[in-house]
């Protein structure tokens, strides 16, 4: 059992477009981390949040915790080329040791 | 600074053979932990360990095993390997790991490929 669900799988779009991944769990997180990996490379974080309703920008990125902390949202405005990417969502807590992962949303930006 | 290393970065193993990856955390982190990324499960928690000592352990075999030294670098070893073992091996550390929300460091991971 996959403790936190992310949707789309994949997702394809044109540059300029925007888009939303998420993230769901049925559990509560004290803490929900956002990571981007590239080919050939480990993850690299890009956000966490810990308070329920949080919403954190970085850039062209806003990041979303649920009021619940069972559920985040990652909204990206007019992709870009570089945002390519696999973009994982990872929960601390929620009965599991360690952190937990999402199997991730391959992003394709086309230009 | 530098960040996470680890070696090698591809290894070719037959089954039933055991392997060593090891993994140098970034300079003052204490904690480091190991995942495995396949395809299909995405990544899973192995194991974390901080001070030298394990701290928390995922759902895998024995056969899964691993060790801090004190340094804080570390070591991860697969017995009895499985054709199953195949995927990417990373490794990451941070200044207090499970505790508190601390971001994980990861380096750009070991590919073991078992035939």
Redesign the interface.
């Known amino acids: 059992t996959?403790l936190l669900e992310q949707s789309p799988q994949f997702l394809s779009i044109q540059e300029g477009e925007n888009l939303t991944v998420y993230c769901n769990s049925s559990s509560v997180f004290?803490?929900l981390?956002w990571?981007r990996q590239e080919p050939?490379?480990?993850?690299?974080?890009l956000v966490?949040v810990?308070t329920g309703g949080e919403v954190k920008k970085l850039k062209r990125l806003t990041f979303q915790f649920g009021d619940a902390r069972k559920d985040s949202s990652l909204h990206i405005t007019a992709a870009q080329p570089g945002d390519t990417g696999l973009y994982?969502c990872?929960g601390?807590g929620g009965g599991?040791?360690?952190?937990?992962?999402?199997?991730?949303t391959h992003l394709i930006i086309q230009p | 600074k530098a960040g996470v290393t680890q070696t090698p970065r591809y290894l070719i193993k037959t089954r039933g053979q055991q392997v060593t990856l090891s993994c140098s955390p970034i300079s003052g982190h204490r904690s480091v932990s190991w995942y495995q990324q396949t395809p299909g499960q995405g990544l899973q928690f192995l194991f974390e360990y901080f001070s030298e000592t394990q701290r928390n352990k995922g759902n895998f075999p024995g056969r899964f095993s691993g060790r801090q030294f004190s340094n804080s670098r570390s070591e991860m070893n697969v017995s009895t390997l499985e054709l199953g073992d195949s995927a990417l091996y990373l490794c990451a550390s941070s200044p207090a790991g499970d505790r508190g929300n601390s971001p994980l460091h990861f380096g750009n991971g070991t590919r073991l490929t078992v035939t």
């Open positions: 996959q004290s803490s981390q990571y050939g490379e480990g993850p690299v974080l966490t810990v994982l990872a601390r599991a040791d360690g952190l937990t992962f999402g199997k991730g």
